[in-house]
């Protein structure tokens, strides 16, 4: 339900002193005290509703109590009165909350805290969860906020309050004084994570060069030569009119081929150089450290964790 909807605010307190706080902030931004509704348990009353003279006996208790745990002179300036209640027990009231309280103790036709916060716009299944907190001990607050709803639940909890909406995240002060997390703080948790980062190192480099290499090579080359052939034919003695003459020759030059070697440089292949890359998968490991949230309970206090899922 929209809050702008809603007519009474209601404050839930684990602590009195804390509560008279809340009322006295609540009449300071001008709410009035016909307004303003307490009630809480009287921890210090005995007896019930049995008989006439154990009932004194509890409504003196439940005064002493409640001043004990307003403070010096309880000023709460609600009108505070003692009450016993059929089912109930004994309880401390005041203002518009005290009045019906007083009504019912007086035969008015409500139903004890239930009815009250019902007559006061509370819907009856919020009604039952505070009647819980009550029978557990704490104390109520209520406001008729005529319009003014978010400012009297900032009072409230601003000084420690807490409803059935935020009772999940709401802490108090325990019953031996020691000091909780105020309502609605957080606690951070932190845990440490692994970053890898890459730096590129040298790791080696090639060099490539050329070297000379002498080998011995053979080819066959094919020469020509020319040769003297000589022929010796018989001729028949028939007579020639030739003189003999001595010193008489035939020259016949003879030629034949010289091979001669030239070298020249050719190109047989080529060699490319450069670089690649090639990408490869390393594992690598810490050791990290994170927080846990531990919590410890001293005396009775009840603890709501609300699951939250993390991104």
Same mark, same amino acid.
């Given at each position: 339900?929209?809050?702008?909807?809603?007519?009474?605010?209601?404050?839930?307190?684990?602590?009195?002193?804390?509560?008279?706080?809340?009322?006295?902030?609540?009449?300071?931004?001008?709410?009035?005290?016909?307004?303003?509704?307490?009630?809480?348990?009287?921890?210090?009353?005995?007896?019930?509703?049995?008989?006439?003279?154990?009932?004194?006996?509890?409504?003196?208790?439940? +005064?002493?109590?409640?001043?004990?745990?307003?403070?010096?002179?309880?000023?709460?300036?609600?009108?505070?009165?003692?009450?016993?209640?059929?089912?109930?027990?004994?309880? +401390?009231?005041?203002?518009?909350?005290?009045?019906?309280?007083?009504?019912?103790?007086?035969?008015?036709?409500?139903?004890?805290?239930?009815?009250?916060?019902?007559?006061?716009?509370?819907?009856?299944?919020?009604?039952?969860?505070?009647?819980?907190?009550?029978? #557990?001990?704490?104390?109520?607050?209520?406001?008729?906020?005529?319009?003014?709803?978010?400012?009297?639940?900032?009072?409230?909890?601003?000084?420690?309050?807490?409803?059935?909406?935020?009772?999940?995240?709401?802490?108090?002060?325990?019953?031996?004084?020691?000091?909780?997390?105020?309502?609605?703080?957080?606690?951070?948790?932190?845990?440490?994570?692994?970053?890898?980062?890459?730096?590129? $190192?040298?790791?080696?480099?090639?060099?490539?060069?050329?070297? $000379?290499?002498?080998?011995?090579?053979?080819?066959?080359?094919? +020469?020509?030569?020319?040769? +003297?052939?000589?022929?010796?034919?018989?001729? #028949?003695?028939?007579?020639?009119?030739?003189?003999?003459?001595?010193?008489?020759?035939?020259?016949?030059?003879?030629?034949?081929?010289?091979?001669?070697?030239?070298?020249?440089?050719?190109?047989?292949?080529?060699?490319?150089?450069?670089?690649?890359?090639?990408?490869?998968?390393?594992?690598?490991?810490?050791?990290?450290?994170?927080?846990?949230?531990?919590?410890?309970?001293?005396?009775?206090?009840?603890?709501?964790?609300?699951?939250?899922? #993390?991104?």
């Amino acid at each position: 339900m929209n809050s702008n909807n809603r007519s009474t605010v209601i404050g839930v307190f684990h602590d009195a002193g804390q509560a008279q706080q809340a009322v006295r902030a609540l009449k300071d931004a001008g709410f009035r005290e016909d307004q303003i509704g307490m009630v809480a348990q009287d921890s210090e009353a005995t007896g019930g509703a049995g008989t006439a003279s154990k009932g004194s006996h509890a409504t003196a208790g439940a +005064v002493a109590g409640v001043a004990a745990g307003a403070g010096v002179g309880a000023l709460w300036a609600l009108g505070i009165a003692a009450n016993i209640l059929p089912g109930i027990g004994p309880v +401390v009231s005041g203002g518009i909350l005290g009045s019906i309280l007083a009504s019912a103790a007086g035969g008015a036709a409500v139903a004890g805290v239930v009815g009250a916060l019902v007559g006061l716009g509370i819907p009856e299944e919020d009604a039952q969860y505070y009647e819980g907190e009550f029978k #557990s001990g704490r104390i109520l607050v209520t406001v008729k906020a005529d319009g003014r709803y978010d400012e009297a639940w900032a009072i409230l909890h601003r000084h420690g309050a807490y409803n059935r909406e935020t009772a999940g995240t709401a802490t108090a002060t325990s019953t031996v004084g020691a000091a909780q997390t105020a309502a609605g703080q957080t606690v951070q948790v932190h845990e440490e994570q692994l970053h890898a980062h890459k730096t590129p $190192v040298k790791t080696g480099e090639v060099h490539v060069r050329k070297d $000379v290499v002498t080998e011995q090579r053979n080819i066959q080359v094919p +020469v020509t030569r020319e040769e +003297v052939v000589i022929e010796h034919r018989p001729v #028949s003695g028939h007579a020639s009119a030739a003189d003999i003459r001595t010193g008489e020759e035939i020259r016949i030059p003879v030629a034949e081929e010289r091979v001669h070697v030239d070298k020249e440089t050719v190109v047989t292949g080529e060699v490319s150089v450069g670089k690649r890359k090639v990408t490869d998968t390393e594992q690598v490991s810490g050791t990290v450290r994170k927080e846990k949230v531990r919590i410890e309970k001293e005396g009775d206090v009840e603890v709501h964790q609300d699951a939250v899922t #993390s991104k």
